[in-house]
């Protein structure tokens, strides 16, 4: 059973970096993307970006320039980096597999698999 | 970006009840709409994919429908399990976005 579970700190001071890793067991990563979702406490999800085994990645424009993933497939883990963050990065940071569905004649993207999320706190 | 908005935001139900939820995208998403079940400390869990298709597991109560722009989530017989917040997510495009939430709560 393929389970995912983020690691990071749960505090980071404003104007500084926050960075998760995701660790994956119980299958290999290739063939997927991962991705990194965030909840805003009373908010809903907002998609972070994502990654490809190749190293491929697509960012969400409104974090696009403070946000850096990477994957090592040896490890099994992907990382997120934010920089300069502030009180509007608190969240619960997840990270989610992306697994293609063939229906028909055509493949569609879920996130079948997630982690149960951590919390940062973005505060001096 | 696609923006997705989901209708009502909160709705109270009784065990048994018939619940749909909308979500109405900014621009078509094809099929490209999936729904998710959220339980408060708990990860989402992929409910539909591809407007319709039920994820493994998922019981049959659940059911996706529309094309284009405008979406269903049914739940036809609301268990006590069910009561969470739905949010649908579109992959057509990057970013990929969620709406809103539906929160379905107990009447």
């Known amino acids: 059973q393929v389970q995912l579970q983020e690691s990071g700190p749960g505090l980071v001071k404003p104007s500084e970096t926050l960075s998760l890793t995701c660790t994956v067991s119980g299958d290999s990563m290739t063939v997927y993307y991962w991705n990194w979702i965030r909840q805003p406490a009373g908010k809903g999800l907002e998609w972070i970006g994502r990654?490809?085994?190749?190293?491929?990645?697509n960012y969400n424009p409104s974090l696009k320039s403070r946000v850096t993933m990477s994957i090592d497939t040896s490890k099994n883990q992907f990382s997120l980096t934010v920089n300069s963050v502030t009180a509007a990065d608190t969240a619960v940071y997840y990270c989610?597999?992306?697994?293609?569905?063939?229906?028909?004649?055509?493949?569609?993207?879920?996130?079948?698999?997630w982690g149960h999320g951590t919390t940062v706190t973005v505060s001096s | 970006d696609i923006q997705l908005t989901q209708s009502p935001s909160s709705l109270s139900a009784s065990v048994g009840d018939r619940v749909t939820i909308t979500c109405r995208a900014s621009?078509?998403?094809?099929?490209?709409l999936n729904w998710y079940q959220h339980k408060a400390g708990k990860a989402p869990k992929l409910l539909i994919y591809?407007?319709?298709n039920l994820q493994i597991g998922v019981p049959s109560r659940f059911s996706g429908s529309g094309s284009g722009t405008d979406f269903t989530l049914t739940i036809s017989g609301l268990q006590p399990e069910d009561f969470a917040t739905y949010y649908c997510q579109q992959t057509y495009n990057v970013p990929l976005t969620f709406g809103g939430g539906t929160r379905v709560e107990i009447k």
């Open positions: 621009q078509t998403t094809s099929s490209y």
């Open positions: 989610a597999r992306s697994q293609g569905f063939r229906a028909a004649a055509t493949v569609y993207y879920g996130m079948d698999v």
């Open positions: 591809g407007v319709s």
């Open positions: 990654i490809y085994t190749s190293g491929t990645t």
